[in-house]
């Protein structure tokens, strides 16, 4: 058909698609984890308890690790964040 994309590229450019919506969707879950544990840390603040603020940051430095660690993986491929 004239005027049509190959077959071949078409899929080309899905699976492309594809993995781009792979690798952010990793990020954008690790960032939700992230704003859920800066919500409880908050709600254990305004309600003093203590043991579960400080097991709660311990939670939140932890995934802050894993997220400055995805960002340094995409950096060493090359890649845009």
């Known amino acids: ?7 071949s590229s078409a899929k080309k450019d899905l ?3 594809d993995l781009i919506t792979i690798k952010y969707s990793k990020m954008y879950k ?3 984890e992230l704003q859920n544990l800066y919500s409880w840390n ?3 603040q ?3 308890m203590k043991p579960e603020m400080k097991k709660c940051q311990a939670q ?7 997220v400055n660690e995805f960002k340094m993986a995409k950096k060493k491929k ?3 964040i």
């Open 1 to 7: 058909m004239r005027g049509s994309i190959p077959l």
């Open 15 to 17: 699976h492309e698609v």
């Open 30 to 32: 690790l960032i939700k």
């Open 42 to 44: 908050q709600f254990y």
């Open 46 to 48: 305004e309600r003093k």
């Open 60 to 66: 939140i430095k932890a995934k802050k690790q894993e």
């Open 78 to 80: 090359g890649g845009k």
